[in-house]
């Protein structure tokens, strides 16, 4: 007989050199309501299956795909057995009113997309909680979270939108999000912080990765959803 279905499956994509995640899954481990976690990575990966499922020392899903972070996470989605879906990055770092939120079984979600608030941990600049207020601002007044910021939808839901896009060089949460919005469906705050690691911020420098991502925001917002969401009112 097969085993119940998860209420949650919680996808961690992972790059070709991504560690991080050796240090969220034991966190993961404070989540009291039924969930399967699924490791989205690459065949390009030379790490082993063998060699993930030793480090984190608890049953997980391993799915392997081509290269490329859409292509992981919709991958992965094909592998779950969830109703509700939770794609969560590597370098993220939950809270503890995130943590008590997920374990209430998140009662009364309806279909849509929810995400946290964003909160950047201590490990970049100081100026990095500018991002994030301005994040939540742009989150909670226009409807247009990234990813980072955890996104949970209804399995039905992102089979339905047709997951995300494979064929942007960056950007595929943003433009997810669009077809959601297009949809008719809700795009909501759920509270709560998750907290994402701002080493980039750190390594590359703040001025440089704020203005290289608003560069990269606006661009695709004029090339890619504006065009769309006018023909789409048409």
Same mark, same amino acid.
């Given at each position: 007989?097969?085993?119940?279905?998860?209420?949650? %499956?919680? $996808?961690?994509?992972?790059?070709?050199? &991504?560690?991080?995640?050796?240090?969220?899954?034991?966190?993961?481990?404070?989540?009291?309501?039924?969930?399967?976690?699924?490791? #989205?990575?690459?065949?390009?990966?030379?790490?082993?299956?063998?060699?993930?499922?030793?480090?984190?020392?608890?049953? $997980?899903?391993?799915?392997?795909?081509?290269? !490329?972070? !859409? #292509?992981?996470? /919709? #991958?992965?989605? @094909?592998?779950?057995? !969830?109703?509700?879906?939770?794609?969560?990055?590597?370098?993220?770092?939950?809270?503890?009113?995130?943590?008590?939120?997920? /374990?209430?079984?998140?009662?009364? $979600?309806?279909? !849509?997309?929810?995400?946290?608030? *964003?909160?950047?941990?201590?490990?970049?600049? %100081?100026?990095?909680?500018?991002?994030?207020?301005? #994040? /939540?601002?742009?989150? /909670?007044?226009?409807?247009?979270?990234?990813?980072?910021?955890?996104? *949970?939808?209804?399995?039905?839901?992102?089979?339905?939108?047709?997951?995300?896009?494979?064929?942007? +060089?960056?950007?595929?949460?943003?433009?997810?999000?669009? +077809?959601?919005?297009?949809?008719? @469906?809700?795009?909501?705050?759920?509270?709560?912080?998750?907290?994402?690691?701002?080493? +980039?911020?750190?390594?590359?420098?703040?001025?440089?990765?704020?203005?290289?991502?608003?560069?990269?925001? $606006?661009?695709?917002?004029?090339? &890619?959803?504006?065009?769309?969401?006018?023909?789409?009112?048409?």
């Amino acid at each position: 007989m097969s085993s119940p279905r998860p209420r949650l %499956s919680i $996808i961690v994509p992972i790059g070709s050199s &991504e560690v991080s995640w050796s240090a969220l899954f034991p966190q993961l481990e404070q989540l009291a309501v039924s969930h399967e976690i699924i490791l #989205a990575a690459s065949l390009e990966d030379a790490r082993a299956d063998d060699e993930f499922r030793k480090a984190i020392a608890r049953p $997980i899903v391993i799915c392997r795909t081509l290269q !490329g972070r !859409g #292509a992981q996470m /919709n #991958a992965a989605a @094909k592998l779950s057995r !969830g109703e509700l879906l939770w794609f969560l990055h590597a370098d993220s770092e939950l809270s503890k009113p995130l943590i008590e939120q997920i /374990n209430s079984g998140l009662i009364g $979600i309806e279909q !849509g997309l929810y995400y946290f608030n *964003l909160k950047y941990q201590k490990d970049g600049p %100081s100026l990095c909680a500018l991002n994030a207020w301005a #994040a /939540n601002l742009r989150s /909670n007044v226009f409807g247009l979270p990234f990813g980072d910021q955890g996104f *949970l939808i209804e399995r039905e839901l992102f089979i339905q939108l047709g997951g995300y896009s494979t064929s942007c +060089k960056y950007g595929e949460d943003h433009l997810f999000v669009w +077809k959601v919005h297009r949809s008719g @469906k809700p795009v909501r705050s759920l509270g709560s912080a998750l907290h994402s690691s701002a080493r +980039k911020y750190r390594d590359s420098g703040w001025a440089s990765v704020t203005l290289n991502h608003s560069v990269l925001f $606006i661009t695709q917002l004029v090339r &890619e959803c504006l065009p769309k969401g006018l023909e789409h009112e048409h």
